[in-house]
């Protein structure tokens, strides 16, 4: 039968009940069915897998299916069968089956009812299952998530490079090539090691109008504002990204305790596991998934409302793939990532023990995925731009479906200060990483510096009229627009590119972005909650603010004592209006709350009434009680006055968390006397000169001290000295 005297519309009617294509599959049918290469780019969601499973159907011979996924041929098998009266129609070969089920799968494909091969790429490798290949006839080899062949795609995978030798071998068979996401870098790449690149190719747009993109900043209370978004999202479906297997497990935890259905996946899960929480999933018997990337490759559920990442995924394409899981039925898909620089150093680090040409590619990457999460203009527009199209931001489709365009950010001229960071940069002679080119602007000394004497030179502090935040958010930008790079060899290190020393020559317009508050720089101080979020009830806040001033200076403390700044954020959030509700609030305990809580529950209750307030009594963010065993440890050997360095070794703490523990234990309410320790590094008057200070200091911030003291004393000197300043007035 040629490919004229198939009508492929009635074989999409019988086998798949559709009575229309979608986009681009009805010319990719023919192209494969008149026996062509053919490259097929199509974003999840567009009906990528039917552009082969329908030629397959009705053609003479087997189709092979290379595909990297067990669980992704599994569902597609089964999809299959499903359309067909014959269950060899589809068959899956790989190292999961039995010497049995192998013949089995060779006497239906000899015999010519087996349709569709699917086959995981390892296999192919196989001698004994070749030689079977090449003795039967082949329709044509389809290569799904073809991106995995290049190592600039988000999934690169070393045994895709051999395909092209290994279907040589069957023959002169068309080769179709498939992914949802390629840049064209990627494109190119996977066309020449196919050596297909007469292929015909089909390119269907990016865009998705029905999703709308967001990024937050990641602040230290993210996961109360993830439960408080699915609460919104009642009943609807979604899923969270997450890059750690203990992150997928610790938010599915808190998230089954706040009374929303919800399940882990990962590769560490056995597969037992793994198959019945997707199967939930799909069944709709849970709402959430919480997941690492492995999950959801070629998960058809069309109805996903929400897709969470709350780490920044590695590259744009991830970013891109895993967001096209949201509205695939057109209905409306929230896109919301939470963004914090932090977390982009961590994937830096993750890199550094790599061969030097995949750290410079995962670099480049991750580098683009920042460019996003900060850019001021259309998130659609620069998407979009990033895999080959362009988008009128104006008139496009979709084009206010994004937090840029719906809330457009603040812009202000920096071009004097640009210029000031490149000199600054040029003048210390390609030295430093962004954290030292910052202090040497603002004037600040580390070890580094001094052991350049950078401290000596003219240009030294020449920034101070700016903060750290605003330095660091500049260098970010001046990065995104190429006027500066990170060296790959010795990575992080700033250089200056020809464009930044153009820009030098001939100074221009620079507008930057007001940042929303995404670097939270290492504040020593124990929580930094989501400032700017709008989250909180700010008159509430400002009464609450009131009152901790009025509280104070009756106590005669300073008044971050009392409560600090984000115990009173969630109050204004939860609005608790009694003791014990009042402990569910971030940062106090039972102590503190007994302490201090009559006035502000009192408070409270009466705003309450008076506005008609209605609480959101289900926004207690329970937590899992993971750490509360570490903390028992800590102060009970801390009554027994052993070294913190010997307690910290022992329940494999660095210094600096066993610090972080201790300051959420004071903060809290309870007492921990470590007068024991701070007698080993402090005399007592080094300890009252700090001591006083912390009492008349409007703020207990670790970074305002150092500046106050000049190098006197070191971070961790500070740090206990804090923990025991609240420990003796707070608490």
Request: charged share 30%; proline share 3%.
């Amino acid at each position: 039968m040629n490919s004229n005297e198939i009508d492929i519309h009635k074989e999409l009617k019988k086998y798949f009940g559709f009575n229309q294509f979608k986009g681009l599959q009805e010319p990719v049918i023919k192209s494969i069915l008149a026996k062509q290469n053919t490259f097929v780019i199509m974003p999840t969601g567009g009906g990528k897998s039917l552009c082969y499973q329908l030629p397959a159907l009705v053609q003479e011979g087997t189709a092979i299916v290379v595909s990297p996924l067990i669980a992704l041929m599994k569902n597609q098998v089964d999809a299959i069968r499903g359309v067909s009266a014959e269950n060899g129609v589809a068959h899956v070969l790989n190292s999961s089956l039995t010497k049995t089920e192998i013949n089995q799968v060779k006497k239906d494909i000899s015999s010519g009812m087996t349709k569709l091969l699917y086959v995981a790429p390892e296999s192919l490798t196989k001698e004994e299952y070749v030689a079977f290949l090449k003795s039967v006839p082949i329709s044509f080899v389809a290569i799904d998530e073809a991106h995995c062949i290049s190592e600039w795609g988000h999934d690169f995978r070393p045994e895709y490079r051999n395909l092209r030798h290994i279907i040589r071998q069957l023959g002169q068979i068309p080769i179709i090539g498939l992914t949802a996401t390629a840049t064209p870098k990627v494109q190119e790449d996977i066309l020449k090691n196919l050596d297909m690149t007469d292929a015909v190719t089909f390119k269907a747009s990016f865009n998705r109008p029905n999703l709308y993109y967001e990024v937050r900043p990641k602040s230290k209370s993210v996961e109360t504002d993830i439960i408080r978004f699915i609460k919104q999202q009642k009943g609807k479906s979604g899923i969270i990204y997450c890059l750690s297997r203990k992150k997928v497990e610790s938010i599915a935890e808190v998230l089954q305790v706040n009374g929303i259905s919800a399940v882990p996946y990962h590769a560490g899960l056995d597969a037992k596991t793994r198959a019945k929480h997707q199967d939930m999933f799909l069944m709709e018997e849970v709402d959430v998934v919480v997941a690492t990337i492995a999950f959801g490759m070629g998960i058809d559920k069309p109805d996903v409302r929400f897709v969470i990442h709350h780490d920044i995924p590695k590259s744009l394409e991830s970013y891109y793939q895993e967001t096209g899981r949201a509205g695939r039925d057109g209905g409306e898909g929230h896109c919301l990532a939470y963004y914090s620089y932090k977390d982009v150093e961590k994937l830096e680090k993750f890199m550094s023990g790599k061969p030097v040409a995949e750290q410079e590619i995962g670099f480049a990457l991750l580098q683009e995925v920042v460019a996003y999460a900060e850019t001021s203009i259309s998130r659609r527009k620069f998407l979009l731009h990033y895999f080959g199209e362009e988008f009128d931001s104006e008139t496009g489709e979709g084009a206010d479906m994004d937090d840029n365009v719906r809330h457009p950010k603040n812009k202000k001229e920096a071009q004097d200060q640009v210029v000031k960071l490149l000199q600054v940069v040029r003048d210390t002679k390609h030295l430093y990483k962004s954290k030292e080119i910052v202090f040497t602007l603002i004037g600040r000394v580390n070890a580094v510096i001094n052991a350049h004497k950078t401290d000596t030179q003219h240009f030294f502090g020449s920034g101070s009229d700016f903060e750290e935040r605003h330095w660091m958010a500049l260098i970010r930008q001046v990065l995104v627009e190429g006027l500066l790079s990170k060296d790959i060899e010795t990575y992080g290190i700033l250089k200056i590119t020809d464009k930044g020393l153009d820009f030098l020559q001939n100074p221009q317009s620079f507008m930057m972005t007001e940042d929303h508050d995404y670097n939270d720089l290492e504040d020593e101080s124990i929580v930094v909650a989501g400032k700017g979020s709008g989250a909180a009830d700010e008159a509430l806040m400002d009464m609450l603010r009131d009152l901790r001033k009025k509280v104070a200076k009756r106590l005669g403390v300073p008044p971050f004592v009392v409560f600090q700044d984000p115990s009173l954020e969630d109050m204004a959030l939860k609005y608790p209006i009694n003791i014990d509700e009042l402990t569910n609030t971030h940062g106090v305990g039972e102590g503190k709350a007994k302490k201090y809580g009559k006035d502000f529950v009192e408070l409270i209750s009466r705003y309450v009434t008076e506005n008609d307030i209605i609480r959101p009594d289900d926004l207690v963010v329970r937590s899992t009680g993971a750490n509360s065993a570490n903390k028992l440890y800590i102060i009970q050997n801390i009554d027994r006055k052993l070294p913190l360095d010997d307690i910290a070794s022992s329940k494999g703490l660095s210094m600096d968390a066993l610090l972080k523990e201790m300051e959420q234990i004071v903060y809290s309410g309870t007492k921990l006397n470590i007068t024991y320790w701070v007698d080993e590094f402090l005399d007592e008057d080094q300890q009252e000169e700090i001591h006083e200070y912390f009492m008349e200091s409007e703020t207990d911030r670790i970074e305002d001290a150092l500046r106050e003291f000049d190098g006197a004393y070191d971070i961790d000197e500070l740090r206990l000295m804090r923990i025991k300043f609240i420990s003796e007035v707070a608490n």
